[in-house]
């Protein structure tokens, strides 16, 4: 028979035995640590876009503003190299962050596809002319793959695909087909902002056609949903809605409106009102589509 030495002690000796402390978890994060470091992450996005929403309204804007001031336009250009790759760069960390702490590593596979897909439809564009029409990105997003596609540019695809997958995927839990259709719309809406605002307010990418579309060609915005079906169906095959449904929805939606806060604003600030009637009118469309009541256990979230 074997003796508890520690406990017959206490006993003779009249004192009760402390209870052994419940070991935690080894590198647990508490839960209201894991949702604050979220929630930084995510004002952070909202900061950089407002900054560089507010130095546009000012001296983009205004460029007689930048002649009065010394070293004002210097300055002025470096930060329109600086703050859409800064912008793209902390997204995507914000994102990455949030997963990471949500699904672990299981988000790393979609990501790779993502960025394989979108990279291939984006070289295909800036070569042949196909999925979006003729256009070539110039230098201000930094080094390119092959000289054509930004590094970039399939992050910014990647961090605005999967909540746009996730908000579809909240609405249709049953079907696959109906949230890879929805989910390319909430994708799409995207663009009716983010092509107007990089391409004719500012020159990040340009195209070799005049359009209707403030100078992009309509083909573009079937190129958008055609590539939006292919990222959302590589999501589904994935089986992505594994770890997606355990994700907290408020914040994917949240983080798809700190990324549309700078193109819809630089579109507002330029006058490009058909950009942001179009943008809204698509917003609301995807709002109707995709708008269910919460469920409890989402409320309580």
């Given at each position: ?159 605005m695909a ?37 391409s004719l ?49 408020r914040w ?50």
């Amino acid at each position: 028979m074997k003796l508890n030495l520690s406990t017959n002690v206490g006993r003779v000796a009249g004192v009760a035995p402390t209870p052994a402390e419940p070991k935690r978890p080894p590198q647990e994060l508490r839960p209201e640590r894991s949702v604050s470091i979220e929630r930084v992450g995510l004002a952070l996005v909202y900061a950089v876009s407002a900054l560089s929403l507010l130095g546009f309204a000012a001296f983009g804007l205004h460029p007689e503003r930048l002649a009065a001031a010394p070293g004002a336009a210097p300055l002025y250009g470096w930060m329109l190299l600086v703050a859409p790759r800064a912008q793209i760069l902390l997204a995507f960390a914000a994102l990455a962050l949030f997963l990471t702490r949500r699904a672990g590593g299981r988000w790393l596979p979609a990501f790779a596809a993502v960025y394989l897909l979108s990279l291939l439809s984006e070289l295909a564009g800036t070569t042949v002319g196909l999925p979006f029409g003729p256009y070539r990105y110039t230098d201000g997003l930094g080094a390119k793959w092959l000289g054509h596609v930004p590094v970039l540019i399939p992050l910014s695809w990647f961090f605005m695909a999967l909540p746009s997958y996730a908000i579809a995927r909240w609405r249709f839990p049953r079907s696959v087909a109906a949230r890879v259709v929805a989910g390319s719309l909430v994708l799409l809406s995207w663009d009716l902002a983010l092509d107007p605002a990089m391409s004719l307010v500012t020159t990040y990418w340009v195209w070799s056609v005049d359009g209707p579309y403030y100078g992009m060609p309509l083909l573009n915005l079937v190129g958008w949903y055609v590539t939006g079906l292919a990222l959302m169906i590589a999501l589904s095959t994935l089986r992505a809605d594994r770890w997606i449904a355990s994700l907290p929805i408020r914040w994917l939606v949240a983080f798809y409106g700190a990324n549309l806060v700078l193109p819809l604003g630089m579109s507002a600030a330029a006058g490009l009102l058909g950009a942001v009637a179009a943008t809204t009118a698509a917003m609301l469309l995807c709002w109707l589509v995709a708008w269910r009541p919460p469920t409890a256990e989402e409320r309580a979230r």
